[in-house]
């Protein structure tokens, strides 16, 4: 069965919902890069819709563990992306050493990572996340259902016309 109606709801439904995410993450005040604004995207595929964004969308969401688990790995992985951030936003370390010399930028980014670790991420958000995209789910659910359901009784409709 083509389902060409289907399809059609699911590609407005994913525009709308990326819209919405774009906004939702933007009121909150998350554009530290502004990779996570760009990052909204949608696809269908094999009548299903696929909502993407960057990785760290969902904790900026709904907050990260805080209960320090987690391999080397993961921990290296955040010290690292934690650089990146702070170079894009032009933060330096400020800490010298006995010399007189800046601290390095993993030695900050060990620092933050711990804290992430120990209490969580985004601290005005109470290190809970902000709950952005479970706002948005929740506003739309309605909206996209019957979107959705109409498109396919059209296509059901068709079917059963030929």
């Not at 060409?4 to 439904?13: D, G, Q, R």
């Not at 819709?49 to 960057?54: F, G, N």
């Not at 120990?118 to 706002?135: A, D, L, M, P, V």
């Amino acid at each position: 069965m083509e389902n060409k109606h289907l399809n059609e709801a699911l590609n407005e439904a994913g525009k709308l919902i990326k819209s919405k995410l774009r906004v939702a993450a933007s009121e909150d005040g998350f554009k530290a890069s502004g990779r996570l604004d760009k990052s909204f995207d949608y696809s269908v595929v094999a009548n299903e819709l696929q909502v993407k964004a960057e990785k760290y969308a969902g904790a900026l969401s709904e907050g990260i563990s805080t209960n320090g688990s987690g391999d080397k790995a993961d921990f290296e992985r955040m010290q690292l992306n934690i650089i990146k951030w702070a170079k894009t936003k032009g933060i330096r370390p400020q800490v010298r050493d006995k010399k007189g010399r800046f601290t390095s930028y993993m030695s900050m980014a060990n620092a933050i990572a711990v804290s992430i670790r120990r209490k969580g991420i985004s601290k005005r958000f109470g290190y809970k996340g902000s709950g952005f995209i479970t706002q948005v789910k929740n506003s739309m659910e309605k909206k996209l259902t019957s979107m959705i359901l109409e498109g396919y009784k059209k296509d059901l409709i068709e079917q059963i016309n030929k």
